[in-house]
């Protein structure tokens, strides 16, 4: 009766994972990101133009988005409140790979890029800007549903 009682707790716990496998997700979601179209600050045509005004996004999908500065100004990018309602999975610019808990500026002070990779999580609507150029034109919106 012993030896039972012993090999009872390993065969329970062997038969409770039978099945486990199938619940698991195929994979890290964050990682299956759709590309999103370039967002470039400034054009040929203004200083002040920005290539897209608005993205429509879905919670729990995965985005990466390309962020291109003419040069043409310094050009400080910011979506504050946006940035509080994302899972920011990493940001890379200039060779480098940035992993943080929350992004509070993309500042350009001549031509560059850099690329986010997010997966929105708190529906809304929220602004994104170059700071100090809001008024001049240089403001969209992340549209999340």
């Avoid at 946006?82 to 890379?92: G, H, M, P, Q």
């Avoid at 992004?103 to 929105?120: C, D, N, Q, S």
């Avoid at 999580?121 to 170059?130: C, D, S, T």
């Amino acid at each position: 009766m012993r030896t039972f009682k012993a090999l009872l707790l390993p065969a329970l716990l062997i038969a409770s994972m039978i099945g486990v496998d199938s619940l698991q997700a195929a994979g890290d979601l964050s990682r299956r990101t759709e590309a999103l179209p370039d967002l470039v600050l400034g054009s040929d045509a203004s200083d002040y133009s920005l290539s897209q005004n608005e993205y429509q996004l879905e919670t729990g999908k995965a985005y990466q988005l390309k962020i291109i500065a003419s040069g043409l100004k310094e050009y400080a990018f910011q979506a504050p409140a946006f940035a509080t309602s994302i899972y920011l999975r990493k940001v890379e610019a200039g060779g480098v790979e940035v992993k943080a808990v929350t992004l509070t500026e993309l500042e350009f002070e001549e031509a560059g890029e850099a690329e986010i990779f997010f997966v929105p999580i708190k529906p809304g609507k929220y602004p994104f800007f170059a700071k100090g150029l809001e008024n001049k034109g240089m403001l969209g919106h992340f549209v999340v549903k």
